[in-house]
């Protein structure tokens, strides 16, 4: 287990051999996929025309709503709330309205932009997390609330009382391989779909059912990715879908691999926070209490947000001791590409909320902050406000080993003395810490299986349900 | 020599400095194009034909009494687009700090590379001290307007870094003037460093392998290869417990 071992794609990966999604050679009667894409934030869609892109040469076919049923149209990572093909609204710029069948990727592309659609504009059009709360845009059944202890008391009996907000914002994954997908029809009633996902049992289950057929006729695969990062986790359906679906009609293999600005366009980005707190703390800087608002900015559908909410929930905290805590979460509707999965999945956002209070304060109290994390660190035996009691907590003794071994005393002083010798060019330098709930909350999900072939010559086949997306599952799995 | 660790901001350079170009076509022969205004007709056109092919650039050395800097503003150091940049062409009077004539261009303002004439016009004749930066900055403001709607965003940012570009080229003009003129009142040592420019570092990484049967926290050697600075230094490592 503990022997060095090379990771076994790097070769491939190095000298370019190693084959993506989009690198599979083209299949001879093989067709490619233009998208129709909504131009609107918030509208009715009055009216689809494909007529004059169905009369360009090389166009072979032109789906949209009319090609599916109302159920079958209905997708989704975990709530479908979500169309295949818009049917009546657009409630983002990037929706799929319908899809352009070619011979060519120019072919499909220019086709695509031939397709006459009519909205009718609709109000209000919600982007930005202030916006939301004001209009009330949030999912049902939020806020969430934690609570824990009692706050109240903790306010009535402190020393100080501060409130304070904290914003951020989304990123683009940007993964470097886009979102791609090839599907292949088999037999007369089974697919084949390659696809750029971090999730294909998804893509299955969902192709199948847009189809509406069994998911035994459906094979998912995904032999790498070009990375994911959390944005082909559930949005590689966006591609994989329309795709599979064209292919299965058609009977022909179909292809799409995004191009960089329709990728940014479509596939929506880490989830933007406002927090909106008030803390009680006593006159040397330990916390007693929080009241915490949590938004975040989910874009038009559920997606992962309220699963993404809830990890900033958990992790507001940080590693810090809050003893008494009411949180409260709300996921915010907005006409933006749904906002998704991206790597720390909520936790980041929600340790910088609570990095910037124990800041905040330290402000208060006039001491660095570096005291105030020292002073409100759990220590073994503590619990979390979600019950999760710390045992083998070695928290301290990181921080400890970290300011040592980084020699952070002195180049702080270095810092401090550039700083005051040079006007116009400065330096920082500053020591966060971070806690994060390891697997998934949804506790059945922490669970995988895997199957063994041995051969009669030897050799061994690995069977497993993970994405090689450069984290080096292959060779954990060689190991 | 200096300003050609610069791969980008062509087009600003050569508007700031004098130059000459060459062009020519099958159908029409050659022509020499020169700098001013009208050579770039629009956002990234100019009035080279579609078959003319460049032949030479002809750039003017920089004399005696003649410094030239270039600066860009980017989002990421590497091949990225401006969000403003700068080029500050000066040249002094023979032996002296006073302005003889001075150019100023800048890029990420308006479609086409644009010159600062009156600006120029305002400060030619004057001692190169802290007294032009404020003409500069007064006058830079009204010739470089931006409205509030103009593409690209980031008004009142793009305004204020043409302020700082110049500001950064007018520290780095006075160290070098500061070694030739005598009687020059130096630039204080706190203000120096705002002269510095990025120089990017290469990449360095190393991969931890354990030999043999590894305890944690067991000592291992492992080279670490600065490649920028063309030599190897042995670092000690803790062997992380894989």
């Known amino acids: 287990m503990r022997k060095p071992l090379t990771h076994s794609s790097a070769f491939k990966q190095a000298t370019g051999e190693a084959v993506y999604c989009d690198d599979i050679p083209r299949f001879q009667n093989e067709l490619y996929l233009g998208m129709v894409l909504s131009t609107k934030a918030h509208a009715k869609l009055i009216s689809v025309d494909a007529t004059e892109a169905l009369q360009q040469p090389g166009v072979h076919a032109f789906f949209s709503k009319k090609d599916i049923s109302d159920d079958a149209n209905h997708i989704g990572a975990v709530f479908h709330d979500e169309e295949l093909f818009v049917k009546d609204k657009v409630t983002c710029q990037g929706q799929l309205i319908g899809v352009v069948i070619a011979e060519s990727q120019k072919t499909a592309q220019r086709a695509a932009r031939l397709v006459k659609v009519v909205y009718e504009d609709l109000t209000p059009i919600i982007v930005t997390l202030e916006y939301a709360i004001e209009q009330k845009s949030f999912f049902p059944n939020y806020p969430q609330t934690i609570e824990y202890g009692d706050y109240k008391k903790a306010f009535a009996d402190a020393d100080h009382l501060i409130e304070g907000e904290f914003r951020i914002g989304g990123q683009e994954h940007f993964y470097l391989e886009t979102n791609a997908s090839v599907a292949i029809p088999k037999d007369n009633d089974e697919l084949e779909i390659f696809c750029s996902s971090q999730h294909p049992t998804e893509i299955q289950k969902l192709a199948a059912s847009v189809l509406e057929i069994p998911v035994n006729r459906v094979v998912a695969r995904a032999k790498r990715l070009g990375g994911g990062f959390g944005g082909k986790e559930s949005r590689g359906t966006l591609v994989a879908l329309p795709v599979a679906f064209a292919a299965y009609k058609l009977g022909r293999p179909v292809r799409l691999m995004l191009d960089r600005d329709e990728d940014m366009m479509i596939t929506g980005t880490r989830h933007p926070f406002y927090f909106k707190w008030k803390v009680s703390f006593t006159k040397i800087g330990e916390i007693t209490g929080i009241d915490i608002e949590i938004y975040n900015n989910a874009g038009c559908t559920m997606d992962l947000s309220f699963s993404v909410l809830q990890r900033a929930m958990f992790h507001f905290q940080c590693c810090y001791r809050f003893p008494n805590v009411r949180v409260r979460g709300w996921v915010c509707r907005t006409n933006l590409p749904s906002n998704t999965a991206f790597r720390g999945f909520g936790g980041p956002q929600g340790m910088m909320a609570g990095e910037n209070i124990i800041r905040q304060v330290a402000a208060a109290v006039g001491k660095d902050y570096m005291d105030i994390q020292r002073l409100n660190m759990f220590v073994e035996g503590d619990s979390t406000h979600y019950n999760h009691k710390l045992t083998d907590y070695n928290m301290m003794k990181c921080f400890d080993g970290v300011i040592k071994s980084s020699d952070f005393e002195n180049r702080k002083l270095n810092v401090q003395q550039f700083n005051k010798e040079n006007r116009w060019r400065k330096r920082g330098i500053s020591l966060t810490n971070t806690m994060f709930g390891i697997g998934f909350t949804a506790l059945h999900l922490n669970q995988s299986g895997a199957l063994v072939h041995v051969y009669i010559d030897g050799s061994v086949l690995l069977n497993h349900g993970g994405v090689e997306m450069g984290q080096g599952l292959h060779v954990t799995s060689l190991k | ?242």
Request: glycine share 6%.
């Open chain 2, 1 to 242: 020599m200096s300003i050609l660790q610069f791969s980008f901001n062509k087009h600003i350079r050569k508007v700031a400095i004098n130059f000459r170009l060459e062009v020519e076509s099958l159908d029409r022969g050659r022509r020499i194009l020169r700098k001013g205004k009208g050579f770039y007709t629009g956002y990234r056109k100019n009035i080279i034909e579609l078959d003319e092919v460049l032949i030479s650039i002809c750039i003017q050395k920089t004399g005696k009494y003649q410094y030239f800097e270039a600066l860009k503003q980017a989002k990421r150091r590497d091949d990225d687009i401006a969000i403003v940049n700068g080029a500050f062409n000066v040249i002094f009077e023979d032996g002296t700090d006073i302005i003889k004539d001075i150019h100023f261009a800048f890029g990420g303002m308006a479609p086409t590379t644009v010159l600062a004439p009156e600006t120029s016009k305002a400060v030619i004749g004057k001692k190169w001290n802290s007294e032009i930066v404020e003409i500069v900055n007064q006058n830079l403001l009204e010739e470089l307007p931006l409205s509030g709607g103009a593409p690209g965003g980031m008004i009142l940012y793009r305004r204020s870094l043409t302020l700082s570009l110049f500001f950064k080229a007018f520290l780095k003009i006075s160290q070098s003037l500061e070694a030739t003129i005598s009687d020059r009142e130096p630039i204080s040592n706190r203000e120096t460093s705002g002269a510095d420019v990025f120089h990017t570092l290469t990449p360095k990484s190393s991969q931890l392998f354990e030999v043999g049967s590894c305890k944690p926290l067991k000592m291992l050697y492992i080279n670490f290869i600065f490649r920028n600075h063309q030599k190897v230094k042995r670092a000690q490592i803790p062997c992380a417990n894989l």
